[in-house]
């Protein structure tokens, strides 16, 4: 029972975000860009008032930009081309348009998050040629299932939400993620090794008493009670291990 509780509970502050929600697995070594590579801009565009601490959110998002080489930027909006309720092929044409229009390289990633109602949200980012180079489909899902995770999280503010979501997808994204098994093995094996030696402690110890009762039996049994040739041979043996 302690083994199966320790497997779960490894393999799910290895895999779940906080709302439950799976966080993809890095299986990738990636590289940052080269320095140079991004014409540096803002870090974000919040036209619904709400952030509330900037420096929290461009904190997480200059980690990020620390971690890959590839720039961030947040874009928050109720409204796409005039419309509180697009489609996501409209979501998608108006952040690949917005790119165009904010950058002049290849190194950021954008990230348009859409709320018009509370809870009814849609997300879609768009990396350039170069930044693609470390921000693939993997790295991509990393952060929107963080970005996801901490939505739900009504702990955090908007500012933590967005911040927390893309420092933590760095920290993932630019590394190989380990198994959660590997421990949960490691600790498998040490108690099996403990069960073995404690096994074997058991027969040892079970074989001595059996042998040191038997030999309180014979050296209490009245050597009458032996044969004249048992008893030679017990007299023999206590005088050899007197010898």
């Known amino acids: 029972m302690i083994v199966i509780i320790i497997i779960a509970v490894i393999f799910s502050l290895n895999s779940y975000g906080d709302a439950g929600i799976k ?56 409204t796409v081309n005039g419309s509180h309720y697009p489609s996501f092929t409209e979501l998608q044409s108006f952040a690949e348009s917005l790119y165009d229009e ?9 990230l348009v998050f859409f709320e018009y109602s509370p809870g009814d949200y849609m997300e879609y980012y768009v990396t350039g040629t170069q930044a693609k180079g470390v921000i693939d489909a993997e ?69 001595k008493n059996l042998e040191s009762e038997q030999t309180e039996k014979i050296l209490n049994t009245p050597i009458e009670r032996f044969s004249d040739s048992e008893a030679e041979d017990l007299a023999k043996k206590y005088e050899d291990k007197k010898d």
């Open 139 to 207: 790295a991509g899902d990393i952060l929107l299932d963080y970005l996801d995770t901490n939505y739900y999280n009504s702990a955090l503010s908007e500012a933590e939400m967005f911040g927390g979501a893309f420092s933590d997808a760095a920290d993932r994204i630019m590394e190989v993620t380990k198994s959660p098994w590997i421990p949960v093995l490691v600790v498998l094996g040490i108690i099996i090794i403990v069960v073995i030696l404690f096994i074997w402690w058991k027969r040892v110890k079970k074989q």
């Open 23 to 78: 966080i993809a697995k890095s299986t990738i070594e990636r590289e940052p860009l080269p320095k140079g590579s991004v014409n540096e801009t803002d870090y974000y565009t919040d036209e619904l008032g709400w952030i509330e601490s900037k420096s929290v959110l461009v904190s997480g998002l200059k980690h990020f930009y620390d971690k890959t080489g590839v720039q961030p930027y947040v874009y928050i909006t109720d």
């Open 102 to 110: 904010l950058f002049t390289d290849e190194a950021h990633i954008l």
